[in-house]
T-cell receptor, first 116, second 109 residues
Framework: DVKVTQSSRYLVKRTGEKVFLECVQDMDHENMFWYRQDPGLGLRLIYF???????EKGDIPEGYSVSREKKERFSLILESASTNQTSMYLCASSLAGVAGGGNEQFFGPGTRLTVL | AQRVTQPEKLLSVFKGAPVELKCNYS??????LFWYVQYSRQRLQLLLR??SRESIKGFTADLNKGETSFHLKKPFAQEEDSAMYYC???????????FGTGTRLKVLA
């Protein structure tokens, strides 16, 4: 059974704190993604990575950074948490597509982050 | 810019009634389209993708390039279909997937 796990289901942090969200997949997938999920806004891509140490900005990267030191692990970092970063964060992974094609994304259970 | 539009935030139907969840996209190339579903307290998961042309849990979706639509349909809704549904597009030659804002389907007894 394929698995994407996220380090925490719920997290409460204070404004200005540095926050780390961890994601691990056991499917040997090349691609990994971080999204935030907000009511009425759907899923918005923060960052993605197509290989170890490779990363690209998504649609809303401001205030976030990422790290991918190992193929199975993709970390999202909030350098200085703010209240507008209160959200559900979803990690996903997928195989690299043939000729740039898309593949099914497998999602983690999500981390609900509250910034006070 | 690529975009996916799901015009309905909430769709309520009675059990046994037909269901159609709308999805329109804007993309000049050849898109790959997906429907993802999130049941209560479960993780987001793939329901179907247009290239597979499958029927999953009674749902089908046909890509209409002329209307740039990929509507999700089911002839007879069941209570267990109640969930959040997201339409997504993958643009060729990139790693990105773009999701719509989602439609919550409620199937009433």
């Amino acid at each position: 059974d394929v698995k994407v796990t996220q380090s925490s289901r719920y997290l409460v942090k204070r404004t200005g704190e540095k926050v780390f969200l961890e994601c691990v997949q056991d499917m040997d997938h090349e691609n990994m993604f971080w999204y935030r999920q907000d009511p009425g806004l759907g899923l918005r891509l923060i960052y993605f990575s197509y290989d170890v140490k490779m990363k690209e900005k998504g649609d809303i990267p401001e205030g976030y950074s990422v790290s991918r030191e190992k193929k199975e692990r993709f970390s999202l970092i909030l350098e200085s948490a703010s209240t507008n970063q209160t959200s559900m964060y979803l990690c996903a992974s997928s195989l690299a597509g043939v000729a740039g094609g898309g593949n099914e994304q497998f999602f983690g259970p999500g981390t609900r982050l509250t910034v006070l | 810019a690529q975009r996916v539009t799901q015009p309905e935030k909430l769709l309520s139907v009675f059990k046994g009634a037909p269901v159609e969840l709308k999805c329109n996209y804007s993309y000049s190339g050849s898109p790959e389209l997906f429907w993802y579903v999130q049941y209560s307290r479960q993780r987001l998961q793939l329901l179907l993708r247009h290239i597979s042309r499958e029927s999953i849990k009674g749902f089908t979706a046909d890509l209409n390039k002329g209307e740039t639509s990929f509507h999700l349909k089911k002839p007879f809704a069941q209570e267990e279909d109640s969930a959040m549904y997201y339409c997504a597009i993958h643009t060729s030659g990139t790693y990105k997937y773009i999701f719509g804002t989602g439609t919550r389907l409620k199937v009433l007894a």
